[in-house]
């Protein structure tokens, strides 16, 4: 059993106002991603969970207890950062089982659970090596495995891929993946990374200026923003805002993401010159200048050449777009 609960928490350091009221619900068993811009209380919302921090005000329950005055040795909860933090002079082995045998655990279960958690990181190779003989990669995998060696309710990643190269980011990933689903376990993790948020989360939680903006799961907010500021955060290139004009109303923005705008030699709504394009392999992204909206993104599917300059058409569809008033607020037409 793992739920958590925080209600109406806040956190301010002095005068600065951190964490602005957060009421959050994460189910026993749910993958929950917290992702927002640099500074918007991520990190610190999670340090409160684990106990590193307190709440200024507010309530944070684990499993029906209230624990703002509990430890954090004594929440239950494992948190793996971007740091491995592992102890330098010990194997691998006495790194994953120090925290359990401290907890007081006998000599037996330690062995087991060491053994368990090895055996389902591919960690056996690795046992009676130091630190400085593993890879990065390899260190982020013991941080996790002696997470898993102590069954907490909860376990929090802040960040922990960051340090990785970028094939070994999307190893982790699914390996974190089927941890979750093996263990069944309650994870709360921070990531700055929309792919790790949208292929890791049952739900997502976007938080800005220490707030939250929307909770759901990824599909939902991809599909179903709530307002321009998660429109424009979930979905990379980032959406496209377009003013006032003939496709706009006046005071209005139209949102539309850049797979869902058509781009033409020949003809199309927006007359628009070619300022940049991306070539990724599989997709193409063309950034496009016209008068009116300044510069548009456009993502093609397969290899599409467009020089520097040319001259294009832009055709949002308009299916796809989303309506936003002044204030950042859906417009639902
Ligand atoms: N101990 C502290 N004292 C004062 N301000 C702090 C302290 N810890 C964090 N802050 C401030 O609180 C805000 C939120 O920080 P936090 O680390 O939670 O953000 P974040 O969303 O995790 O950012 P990032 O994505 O850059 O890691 C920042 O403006 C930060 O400067």
Do not use: W
Not at 31 to 44: D, L
Not at 57 to 81: C, H, L, Q, Y
Not at 120 to 136: H, I, N
Not at 167 to 186: D, F, P, S
């Amino acid at each position: 059993m793992g739920s958590l609960t925080l209600t109406a928490v806040t956190k301010s350091f002095g005068a600065t106002h951190v964490i602005k009221g957060v009421d959050l619900e994460v189910a026993d068993g749910e993958f929950c991603v917290f992702v927002g811009p640099s500074g918007c209380g991520k990190s610190t919302l999670l340090r409160i969970i684990a106990g590193l921090e307190d709440a200024t005000s507010g309530d944070v329950v684990i499993d029906g207890r209230r624990v703002n005055d509990v430890p954090p040795a004594k929440r239950e909860i494992a948190m793996v950062f971007q740091s491995y933090a592992l102890y330098p002079h010990l194997s691998v082995r006495d790194n994953m089982g120090l925290g359990l045998k401290q907890s007081g655990a006998d000599a037996a279960t330690v062995k087991e659970r060491v053994a368990a958690a090895s055996a389902m990181l591919s960690l056996d190779p690795l046992l009676e090596r130091r630190p400085a003989e593993l890879s990065g990669g390899q260190r982020q995998r013991v941080a996790i495995g002696r997470s898993i060696v102590r069954t907490p309710k909860l376990f929090l990643f802040d960040e922990p891929l960051s340090n990785l190269d970028a094939a070994l980011r999307v190893a982790t990933r699914i390996e974190i993946a089927r941890l979750h689903r093996e263990l069944g376990a309650t994870m709360i993790y921070v990531t700055h990374d929309q792919v790790e948020a949208m292929t890791l989360a049952d739900r997502i939680v976007v938080l800005n200026a220490g707030r939250v903006e929307q909770v759901g799961a990824p599909m939902t907010l991809y599909n179903d923003p709530a307002n321009m500021f998660v429109a424009g955060f979930i979905g990379s290139p980032k959406m496209n805002f377009l003013a006032a004009g003939p496709l706009g109303q006046p005071g209005k923005t139209l949102g539309i993401r850049p797979e869902h705008v058509a781009i033409d030699r020949g003809q199309g709504a927006i007359a628009a010159t070619v300022s940049h394009v991306e070539h990724l392999g599989g997709e193409t992204n063309v950034y496009a200048r016209c008068e009116e909206h300044g510069l548009v993104a456009v993502r093609l599917f397969g290899e599409h050449r467009f020089e520097v300059d040319e001259r294009v058409f832009l055709t949002p569809d308009p299916a796809r777009g989303f309506h936003f008033a002044e204030d950042g607020s859906r417009l639902r037409v």
